[in-house]
């Protein structure tokens, strides 16, 4: 075999590699299954969840006029929360941060 040859074959084969990696990473993150989550709120609160802070159930503002969950009002120093208690993923993170 010719060096030039043999040497574009090697490149190639290379390219061939990394590219399979890549359509491996991609397959298998879009494979994985996504949590979900579709809440109502004219009932109350969803079991599992609980809210913090300034959060409170509104009556009227939500889809159709509905229940709707505010997590804050527009005035200043307000903190909130909502937080699932439930495992929405089988184990696997759905969401950290600070």
Same mark, same amino acid.
């Given at each position: 075999?010719?060096?030039?040859? @043999?040497? =574009? &074959? /090697? ?6 590699? @990394?590219?399979? @990696?890549?359509?491996? +990473?991609?397959? *298998?993150? +879009?494979? =994985?299954?996504? *949590?979900?989550? =579709?809440?109502?709120? /004219?009932?109350? +609160?969803?079991? #599992?969840?609980?809210?913090?802070? /300034? ?5 009227? !503002? #939500?889809? &159709? /006029? ?16 909502? =937080?699932?208690?439930?495992? +929405?993923?089988? !184990? &696997?993170?759905?969401?950290? !941060?600070?």
């Amino acid at each position: 075999m010719r060096p030039l040859t @043999r040497y =574009v &074959t /090697n490149i190639l084969h290379l390219a061939l590699l @990394r590219w399979t @990696r890549v359509v491996a +990473l991609l397959a *298998a993150a +879009l494979s =994985v299954p996504a *949590a979900s989550f =579709v809440a109502e709120f /004219n009932s109350g +609160l969803p079991a #599992g969840t609980a809210v913090y802070g /300034n959060s409170s159930l509104i009556a009227s !503002g #939500g889809y &159709t /006029n509905s229940t709707c969950l505010r997590l804050t009002s527009n005035l200043q120093i307000r903190s909130a929360g909502f =937080v699932i208690s439930n495992d +929405l993923d089988s !184990g &696997t993170p759905v969401f950290t !941060g600070c």
